[in-house]
Nanobody, 124 residues
Framework: VQLQASGGGLAQAGGSLRLSCAAS????????MGWFRQVPGKEREFVAG????????YYTDSVKGRFTISRDNAKNTVYLQMNSLKPEDTAVYYC??????????????????WGQGTLVTVSS
């Protein structure tokens, strides 16, 4: 499956952005979807994950209450709505797909397919 992330850009602290990740080449509903982020010199970290039917969602503590992951299986797209952005949210954001659809995992190594990344910059 191929993943194409979009929606990154520059936002002010307290602002919002919505990331999208369009999938092609596979059966989208078979995959757990996740969003990760990475800053230079640091490991890629889990941000949010979503079960194949949207019924299970998981978030890293630092984004709980501010970010929302969702998916539209009819459009083969997963979203990350980011509100109340903080400068520490600045990173390259990646979407990822895990072919094991029954459990939402948080380790990058557990995801089989990756998008190219989209840069989010939050200014103070």
């Amino acid at each position: 499956v191929q993943l194409q992330a979009s929606g990154g850009g520059l936002a002010q602290a307290g602002g919002s952005l919505r990331l999208s990740c369009a999938a092609s080449g596979g059966t989208f509903s078979n995959y757990v979807m996740g969003w990760f982020r990475q800053v230079p010199g640091k490991e890629r970290e889990f941000v949010a994950g979503l079960g194949w039917n949207g019924g299970s969602t998981y978030y890293t503590d630092s984004v709980k209450g501010r970010f929302t992951i969702s998916r539209d299986n009819a459009k083969n797209t997963v979203y990350l709505q980011m509100n109340s952005l903080k400068p520490e949210d600045t990173a390259v954001y990646y979407c990822a797909a895990d072919a094991y659809r029954w459990v939402v995992k948080t380790r990058p190594i557990d995801y089989h397919y990756w998008g190219q990344g989209t840069l989010v910059t939050v200014s103070s």
